[in-house]
DNA sequence: CAGCATCCCGAAAGATACTG
DNA sequence: CAGTATCTTTCGGGATGCTG
């Protein structure tokens, strides 16, 4: 069954609902962070620095609110908070991946000009 | 012959140039509208609503500052100008479609909630 | 440890008007 | 047509200190 064509105006609106969600220098490298290991809060912010703690707590909210993370608490004392990624955030990472490998290129293509 | 594996430190690197350089709510959907045949800074324009002439030349100057676009004038009356996609911007295509078809999805998933 | 509260700033982006 | 000039607003993000 084929595709319904996907019009100009949608192409624009997808794009941007994309780029709305992952704006910003710091939502996908956290995603990176929790990906490669980083669970707890100080871990992510010790995996993307400089980011302050101010910061990676709007941005984990934010992630969240997309479904892309989740907040496990476990109360223990002191408190501990786990976050994991969603099994919905896997559709994101190819894009990542990506990113990754067209930023190391990049930084070649603009170097030797 | 084997890649040298990418530390966690250089991900985040490459990462975050991708980033900076497509940062912004406009610069993608510029590189669409010039791929989908908008070749003049109007068209440009109308294409992409609604961004203001002032923020389309500054995005536009610094897509060419990246190799992404090339600008060409015509020496007539009125001036006209063509503004095309490089090669290297071809580079650039894979990652935004994957941004258009996740976002035509993303908008499901956070719809059905 | 995992944040929140405040204060603050520069850059991104919008509004409007104007030029070669 | 293809921008530039000015002015203003918004907002991402930094600095610092504090709390359960």
Same mark, same amino acid.
């Given at each position: ?19 709305? $969600? ?5 939502? @996908? ?9 980083? +669970?707890? *809060?100080?871990? %992510?912010?010790?995996?993307?620095p400089p980011i302050t703690s101010r910061v ?9 609110q997309n479904k892309l993370v989740t907040r496990? $608490? ?5 408190? @501990? ?9 896997? +559709?994101? *990472?190819?894009? %990542? ?17």
């Open positions: 069954m084929k595709e319904r064509e996907i019009s100009d105006k949608e192409i624009i609106n997808y794009l941007q609902d994309t780029l709305y $969600v992952i704006n910003g220098k710091w939502k @996908l490298p956290v995603l990176m962070a929790i990906k490669r290991g980083s +669970t707890r *809060f100080r871990e %992510i912010q010790r995996y993307v990676l707590s709007s941005e984990l909210k934010l992630l969240e496990k $608490v476990y109360d223990e004392i002191p408190v @501990l908070v786990e976050y994991t990624l969603t099994t919905y955030s896997e +559709t994101l *990472f190819p894009i %990542i991946e990506l990113m990754v490998y067209w930023g190391k290129d990049h930084r070649k293509v603009i170097a030797g000009k």
